[in-house]
């Protein structure tokens, strides 16, 4: 197993831009999570889903959309990078509530 | 609204040198207490999951308890592979959302 995967691993964007950020798991877990991790601010819930085409927002959803049409994938969109949205993006996945998740190895955004 | 204070903020040890890092908490209904090591550059790694006072895991040189206001990682002889940042989270009822503290870095010496 690959467990869960994201790309890219660095992103340069320019303010205004717009990209995608992938995320994949391979371990059938219901449950999928977007977390920012900023210094002095520990990691933070952006979206999460408890199922494909089942999404809700976390602690910190503004400037962010995400979509879950199938199990395995939980994309997440910034339609209009700004620069407070510099940080480590981290997914998540996990079976169902109070286990454990499983992080990605994460992907650097800087937006300029 | 649910909380997680971790002291110290960072801790450096000698090769050898027990010690514990601390993990406060305040929660409406514990649902699950988690700690994962965190590497520079990497994603957290799962250690340990929590779910009720008295409860104690342990995983090679670490040990993790709870009680109902805190949880403890006690590292036992610790070598310096184990310098990471850990990071301890909490979960409430009905919500998917972890709420994480903002990690113990820790530094071994040899």
């Known amino acids: 197993n690959a467990g869960v995967t994201q790309t890219p691993k660095f992103q340069v964007l320019k303010t205004g831009q717009s990209m995608t950020l992938q995320c994949a798991q391979d371990m059938n877990h219901e449950y999928m999570s977007w977390y920012r991790q900023d210094p002095g601010m520990g990691l933070r819930l952006i979206h999460y889903s408890v199922g494909a085409g089942i999404t809700d927002q976390g602690e910190v959803p503004n400037g962010y959309n995400v979509s879950r049409s199938t199990t395995e994938d939980f994309p997440l969109r910034l339609l209009s990078a700004a620069p407070s949205q510099t940080s480590v993006y981290f997914c998540a996945s996990n079976l169902g509530q109070g286990t454990s998740p499983f992080f990605g190895p994460g992907t650097r955004l800087t937006v300029t | 609204e649910d909380q997680v204070t971790q002291s110290p903020e960072a801790l450096r040890l000698q090769e050898g040198e027990s010690s514990s890092l601390n993990c406060s908490y305040t929660v409406s209904g514990l649902r699950g207490l988690f700690w994962y090591r965190q590497d520079p550059g990497k994603g957290p790694e799962f250690l340990f999951t929590?779910?009720?006072a008295g409860e104690e895991k342990e995983k090679e040189r670490l040990k993790a308890t709870l009680t109902k206001k805190e949880s403890f990682l006690h590292i036992t002889a610790p070598k310096p592979e184990d310098s990471a940042t850990y990071l301890c989270a909490v979960q409430g009822p009905g919500a998917q959302k972890l709420v994480f503290g903002q990690g113990t870095r820790l530094t071994i010496n040899p």
């Open positions: 929590l779910y009720s």
